[in-house]
């Protein structure tokens, strides 16, 4: 069941209504951030219509989309996602946030100006990982390897994040990371745009199903020396914007010709 969300949910300051956002900017974010939802839904990366990605709109920090309550990944299209405040208003789109989205994401975006994406799922791969005591990703993979020095875990689940204060203690467990397993839920994944953030949260679910898979080998995972967890990761992270650039385009591609309702 949706829960109400008070416009008063935060003290950010609403946009003026005589300013909007640069029409091409916006209809570029909701094409990609359209796309995503699309890519995870073929991937098996949503729970029904419980999950959310949110972008903040490129020039202005006070106004981000995010899929409306009640429509599931595989059915979001780019006109559908809803222009938000900080404030719990929707300024654009038919619909609302789903409550947990909202306390989540506005906050999220308030307090960590660099989240300028910020993707939730209940993958079954990182989510089972989530599950487990102990460090969630073990650096015994090359994928994985891409998220060394990358992680925070948030090991206190309190239910459902049902206001403000939820969204800021999750946003207090962040620290300098990009990645967040969230206890008993889920994972949180953060990025610089809607490409970084979409690479990382595909990755992501890759690198914890190829460890499970080895986990239920019943061998012991063959752990990478940290020194080399190191290389990796900066190999890695000198390429990765614009490899994540390159997989967005091409997933948008793939959509144009299967989906091409998405962009609607």
């Known amino acids: 069941m949706a829960h109400p969300i008070s416009p008063t949910a935060t003290h950010a300051t609403a946009p003026r209504r005589n300013d909007p ?9 909701r094409i990609d951030l359209a796309a995503c939802f699309r890519m995870a839904a073929r991937n098996g990366l949503q729970e029904g219509i419980c999950n959310h990605f949110s972008a903040v709109v ?5 106004l981000f989309l995010v899929n409306p309550y009640g429509m599931a990944f595989a059915e979001v299209t780019a006109s559908s996602l809803l222009l938000c405040d900080f404030g719990g208003n929707v300024l654009e789109g038919d619909g609302q946030p789903e409550a947990t989205a909202f306390h989540i994401h506005a906050r999220l975006h308030h307090a960590v100006p660099r989240a300028r994406a910020a993707f939730h799922t209940h993958m079954p791969y990182a989510t089972a990982l989530a599950m487990t005591d102990g460090p969630p990703l073990l650096w015994s993979g090359q994928t994985a390897l891409r998220f060394f020095g990358r992680v925070a875990v948030d090991e206190n ?6 206001d403000a204060r939820e969204g800021d203690r999750i946003a207090a467990t962040l620290g300098e990371a990009d990645i967040v397993f969230l206890r008993n839920h889920g994972v949180m994944v953060l990025g610089d745009n809607v490409a970084e953030a979409w690479d990382d949260l595909y990755y992501l679910e890759r690198a914890a199903q190829a460890q499970l898979l080895a986990m239920g080998s019943g061998r012991p995972l063959k752990i990478v020396p940290e020194e080399i967890a190191r290389l990796v990761a900066a190999q890695e992270a000198s390429g990765r914007a614009e490899s994540a650039r390159l997989h967005l385009e091409s997933a948008k ?6 989906e091409p309702g998405f962009a609607a």
């Open 58 to 62: 490129p020039g202005r920090p006070d």
């Open 157 to 162: 689940y309190n239910g459902l994040a049902l």
């Open 21 to 29: 956002p640069e029409a091409a900017v916006l209809r570029q974010l």
């Open 253 to 258: 591609r793939i959509l144009a010709r299967e």
